[in-house]
């Protein structure tokens, strides 16, 4: 538990020291990409099945997005506003093989209709959580499942919440929500 809280608070930390540069380039969070296991956890959690679409806001390189095609084979969408990350993901598509299931989106996250998706995975920063959660609750459907890796949604109480350790042997906490069709 006392790594979790370190890996939050370097996290927190390196936020606040970047936010000023990630300001004038209009991103809203820093690139760091999430391990292939968490990942693999992340889309068994969710419990993608055929007939998904999985939409990854701040999507980096691509992984999610190409593992979810390559492994369920469902639409993939990513969601990324770095030029350079764009461009390497296109390349991940490319040599798995994918093309035909996963597109990435050049968009601000905070403006991307999540209407479509039935699963949202996302590493974002608390703050961008709680931006985007008004737009998860008015127009993704009931039913739709939502991963967020390390940080929660304020009050929003997780459906489960797990702990996964990476080969390097961090330790990152997954968040499941359902968007249930009663509450909307």
Request: no cysteine.
């Amino acid at each position: 538990m006392k790594t979790i809280y370190r890996v939050v608070l370097v996290m927190l930390l390196f936020a606040q020291t970047v936010s000023v540069s990630l300001a004038q380039e209009g991103k809203i969070v820093p690139y760091v990409p999430t391990p292939q296991e968490v990942v693999d956890r992340m889309l068994d959690l969710a419990q993608v099945k055929k007939g998904d679409v999985v939409y990854d806001l701040g999507s980096g390189d691509g992984r999610i997005v190409v593992t979810a095609a390559k492994k369920y084979g469902v639409k993939a969408i990513g969601f990324e506003i770095d030029p350079e990350r764009i461009r390497e993901s296109k390349e991940n598509i490319k040599k798995a093989g994918v093309e035909h299931l996963v597109e990435i989106r050049q968009q601000d996250i905070r403006t991307v209709d999540l209407s479509p998706a039935s699963v949202l995975t996302m590493y974002l920063l608390p703050e961008v959580n709680l931006m985007i959660r008004p737009n998860i609750w008015k127009q993704m459907k009931g039913g739709s499942r939502i991963v967020s890796h390390d940080f929660d949604m304020g009050d929003w109480k997780p459906l489960k919440t797990e702990y996964v350790k990476d080969s390097g042997s961090w330790d990152h906490t997954l968040y499941l929500w359902h968007v249930e069709a009663a509450k909307k």
